[in-house]
C-alpha cells in the first residue's frame, strides 16, 4: 500500500526536515515526532520561529506539486492567497475566544499581518501578534504566497492544548493529527458569507481531526473539537474566518475560538 501522503505544513525546521512537502509515511512520521518531542518544552519563541520558517521553506520547495494532495490541502497550504493584495498593505484579524474551562480564560484581540513588499508573486510580512500584555512574538513571513493567519491560528492551537491538557500529550500529536485530518477527512462545502457590505462565495473545509484518534481518551474534552476554516476569494488575502469549537462536554466546559477579517 502506497504511504499516506501530507504536506510539512507548520512543522519544525530540524536536520529531518529540510524539504518540505515530501511524502513519508506515518509510521516515520511517528518516530519523527518521538525524536523530537523533548524539544516541545522550548522557549516559545524559538519554537515559534521554527514553526513559522517552515511554511516559507515548506512553499518555496520545488519538484512536488499540490495536485499530491487533498483539495483542502491544496486550498490552505498551496494556493495563493496572496494574489489578490499589493503591498504595502496591512489586513487586520479579529480574534475571539469564549471560554469556561478552569485553567483558560475569555478574551478578544487583534492580530496584524503587514504585508510591505513583494517578490515576484510571493510576499514579505511581519506579524502584530496581539497587543499589550498578551502580545507575542512572531517572525518575519518571506517571500510567501499563503496567509501567514493561517500559521498563527494552527500554530496556537496546538500549543494551547497541550498547555490546558498539561498532561504529557505533545502539541506534534495535535499537529499529526491535523495533518491526517486534512488529507483524508477534510469536507470542503460551498457558502457565501459578508464581507465589505455584500454578500461573497466562499468555501468551508471543515474537519474533526480527533473524533477516530485511538489517543483521544487522554484528552476527552477535545474528542469532538470542530475546524471551519472559511476561504474565498473575494475577500483580500483569501482568508475570511479561522473557527474551532469544543462542544459543551459533560463537564459543562465548552471553548470557542476565531480570527475573522476585519471590514476595510
Do not use: C
Amino acid at each position: 500500500m502506497e504511504p499516506r501522503k501530507f504536506p510539512e505544513f507548520f512543522d519544525s525546521v530540524t536536520a529531518w526536515f529540510r524539504s518540505a512537502y515530501t511524502r513519508r509515511s506515518i509510521a516515520t512520521s511517528t518516530r519523527n515526532n518521538m525524536k523530537l518531542a523533548k524539544y516541545s518544552r522550548l522557549a516559545g519563541a524559538a519554537l515559534a520561529l521554527s514553526l513559522y520558517s517552515a511554511v516559507t521553506i515548506a512553499q518555496s520547495s520545488s519538484g512536488v506539486s499540490g495536485g499530491d494532495f487533498s483539495r483542502a490541502n491544496q486550498m490552505l497550504f498551496f494556493d495563493n492567497h496572496l494574489k489578490n493584495l499589493e503591498p504595502p498593505t496591512t489586513l487586520t484579524y479579529i480574534f475571539d475566544k469564549q471560554s469556561n474551562f478552569e485553567n483558560d480564560e475569555s478574551f478578544n484581540d487583534t492580530v496584524k499581518v503587514h504585508f510591505e513588499s513583494s517578490e515576484g508573486d510571493r510576499k514579505n510580512a511581519t506579524i502584530e501578534y496581539f497587543t499589550g500584555d498578551r502580545k507575542r512574538f512572531a517572525p518575519d513571513f518571506n517571500a510567501v504566497i499563503g496567509n501567514p493567519i493561517l500559521t498563527v491560528a494552527l500554530q496556537r492551537d496546538i500549543y494551547q492544548m497541550e498547555r490546558m491538557l498539561n498532561n504529557g500529550t505533545s502539541w506534534r500529536h495535535f499537529q499529526k493529527r491535523l495533518k491526517i485530518a486534512f488529507e483524508e477527512s477534510a469536507e470542503v462545502v460551498e457558502t457565501d458569507v459578508k464581507y465589505n457590505g455584500r454578500q461573497v462565495a466562499a468555501l468551508d473545509i471543515v474537519v474533526q481531526p480527533f473524533l477516530t484518534d485511538p489517543m483521544s481518551k487522554r484528552f476527552p474534552a477535545f474528542k469532538n473539537k470542530l475546524y471551519v476554516f472559511t476561504l474565498s476569494e473575494e475577500v483580500p488575502g483569501s482568508v475570511f474566518r479561522i473557527f474551532a469549537q469544543v462542544d459543551k462536554n459533560a463537564d459543562g466546559h465548552s471553548i470557542t475560538e476565531s480570527f475573522t477579517i476585519s471590514e476595510p
